[in-house]
C-alpha cells in the first residue's frame, strides 16, 4: 500500500510540475517541410532516396492535418470543405503504390509533396481567407 501511495504521489506531482503546452508554443518547422517539398518536387526522386522521402512527407502531412482541422473553420462556413479535404488526404496516403515500376513510387512522392505544400499553405492562412481556401482545395482534389 505504501508502495502505491509513494508512485501515486509522483505521479501526481510530476503532472502538476509538468508545464502545460500550447499548440501555438511548437510551430511547424516550416523550412524543414518546404525542403522536403523542393527536394521532392526539383526533380524526380532517385530510387534508392524515395522511400525516405516518402516516409518524410507521410509525416509532414499527418503533423499538417490536426494543425488545418484544429482552426476555426466553423465559424466562417468552411468546415465542410476542411472535412472533405483531409479525406482526400486520407485516401491519398492509403492508397500508396506497392508494386510495380519504382518510377510509380517517384511520381507519388511528387504527388504528397504538391499535397503537402497545399496543406502548407492551409495550416498558415486564416480561416477567413476564403478566396485562397477556395483555389487550395480546388487544386486539392485536382491533384
Excluded at 505504501?2 to 523550412?31: F, H, K, M, N, Q
Excluded at 526539383?42 to 494543425?67: F, K
Excluded at 518510377?103 to 485562397?132: F, G, K, T
Aim: charged share 30%; net charge positive.
Amino acid at each position: 500500500m505504501r508502495v502505491l501511495e509513494i508512485t501515486r504521489r509522483r505521479w501526481c506531482s510530476t503532472r502538476r510540475s509538468a508545464p502545460r503546452i500550447r499548440p501555438d508554443e511548437y510551430p511547424i518547422g516550416v523550412d524543414d517541410i518546404m525542403d522536403t517539398i523542393i527536394t521532392t518536387l526539383d526533380r524526380l526522386p532517385l530510387a534508392a532516396t524515395v522511400d525516405h522521402l516518402l516516409l518524410r512527407l507521410r509525416g509532414h502531412i499527418q503533423l499538417l492535418l490536426p494543425e488545418i482541422q484544429a482552426k476555426d473553420w466553423v465559424r466562417y462556413g468552411e468546415e465542410e470543405q476542411i472535412r472533405l479535404v483531409a479525406v482526400f488526404v486520407r485516401d491519398r496516403l492509403n492508397a500508396e503504390p506497392t508494386s510495380g515500376p519504382t518510377v510509380v513510387r517517384c511520381v507519388y512522392a511528387q504527388e504528397l509533396a504538391c499535397i503537402c505544400r497545399d496543406l502548407l499553405a492551409l495550416a498558415r492562412a486564416e480561416p477567413a481567407a476564403e478566396q485562397r481556401l477556395a483555389v487550395i482545395t480546388s487544386n486539392l482534389c485536382r491533384s
